[in-house]
């Protein structure tokens, strides 16, 4: 069985380049899906807290390990959630984490997003005055809670990194801390390159892994997966628009996590496929001239009231990101 190429990260840990999302993935149906992807060859999972099932992802990794794999040949990556971004909740809430996965350490913890939400009102508080907006703590800034990732234990966390973080966030955490994350975890696909935080991160040997790489639709666009190019260049390669788009981060050198709870996918997902540069080119004009990010908590419900990305569709945030 191939296990897939492995990459390096800055502190050595070796990290196969192609993992298994959860996102989205229903009780009942990511039990099975973390199971048949490992008994196919994923080593990495992609797993957060926020995912509200790494209870049964927990009960999958019982079947499987020591069965079909020992702990230290998976790489678990999981996420520290909005509303523990207080320097008293991040260790409590990685135990949890610990504790539903029913593993003693992760290889990889990340800030899942650069905004901090009340502690102690569940995972996603409502606002109390204003209907329908999630209730942000705006005193905590991201060097503090930077800072309570810098002092987890190694026993319990490998690697720390950080996820939709931006040139500037990255900058402001790095500047006060010297601690350089090892990965940031972005949505990258053909209509977001994010070439100049790209850029950035290769400068700081930050590793991208990419999410949402097949474009996980919620906003209405069509799927990158029926583009006509995407269709055409798989049809030539004997491959599916799934392997021909993870093809397409790979080529720029990301990890990349597609979410799948369909047997056949999952397995399909997981078999590289390489690009030519022309290939490469073609899908990469796709986003010429188009730009588009799905995942912008701005447009959540509950919305959350804070700009973070400078994206258009966020002019009207109250707020900003508080760095330090
Ligand atoms: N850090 C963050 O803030 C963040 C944000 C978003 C995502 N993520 C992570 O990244 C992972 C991947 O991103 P994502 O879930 O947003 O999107 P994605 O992996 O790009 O797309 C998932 C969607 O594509 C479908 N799909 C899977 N394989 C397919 C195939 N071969 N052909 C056609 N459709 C296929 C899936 O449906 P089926 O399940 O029915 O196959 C699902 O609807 C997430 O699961 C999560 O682990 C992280």
Redesign the pocket.
């Known amino acids: 069985m191939s296990f897939g190429k492995i990459l390096t990260l800055s502190s050595g840990a070796p990290l196969p380049q192609i993992?298994?999302?959860?996102?989205?993935?229903k009780p009942k149906?990511v039990e099975n899906?973390v199971e048949i992807a490992v008994r196919n060859g994923y080593r990495h999972l992609?797993?957060?807290m926020i995912?509200q099932n790494q209870d049964e992802v927990g009960a999958a990794l019982k079947k499987v390990i020591p069965s079909v794999v020992k702990r230290e040949e998976l790489f678990l990556t999981s996420?520290l959630w909005n509303s523990a971004h207080q320097p008293g909740e991040v260790e409590k809430e990685l135990d949890e984490t610990l504790k539903q996965l029913g593993v003693e350490y992760l290889d990889l913890y990340?800030v899942?997003?650069p905004v901090a939400f009340t502690p102690g009102k569940g995972l996603v508080p409502p606002h109390p005055t204003k209907k329908g907006e999630a209730e942000l703590d705006l005193e905590i800034s991201l060097v503090e809670t930077w800072k309570a990732m810098i002092a987890l234990p190694k026993s319990k966390v490998r690697n720390i990194g950080v996820?939709?973080f931006t040139i500037e966030h990255l900058e402001g955490i790095i500047s006060a801390t010297g601690v350089v994350p090892v990965a940031n975890?972005?949505?990258a696909?053909p209509l977001l390159p994010q070439d100049d935080l790209v850029a950035y991160c290769k400068s700081k040997n930050i590793h991208i892994?990419?999410?949402?790489?097949?474009?996980?639709?919620?906003i209405g666009e069509k799927?990158?997966?029926d583009e006509p190019v995407v269709e055409e260049i798989a049809t030539r390669l004997g491959a599916?628009?799934?392997?021909v788009?993870v093809a397409w981060g790979v080529y720029r050198g990301y990890s990349v996590?597609?979410?799948?709870?369909?047997e056949?996918?999952?397995i399909?997902?997981f078999k590289q496929v390489e690009l030519s540069k022309e290939d490469y080119e073609k899908l990469s004009a796709l986003g010429h001239g188009r730009h588009v990010r799905?995942?912008i908590p701005y447009r959540y419900d509950p919305v959350w009231d804070i700009a973070l990305f400078g994206e258009p569709e966020e002019a009207k945030a109250t707020h900003k990101v508080k760095i330090a």
């Open positions: 993992g298994l999302g959860t996102w989205l993935s149906e899906a992609d797993l957060a995912y996420k990340l899942h997003w996820s939709n975890q972005i949505e696909h892994t990419a999410y949402s790489p097949l474009g996980n639709n919620l799927k990158l997966t599916t628009t799934a392997q788009l996590i597609p979410k799948s709870v369909q056949s996918r999952i399909s997902n799905y995942n």
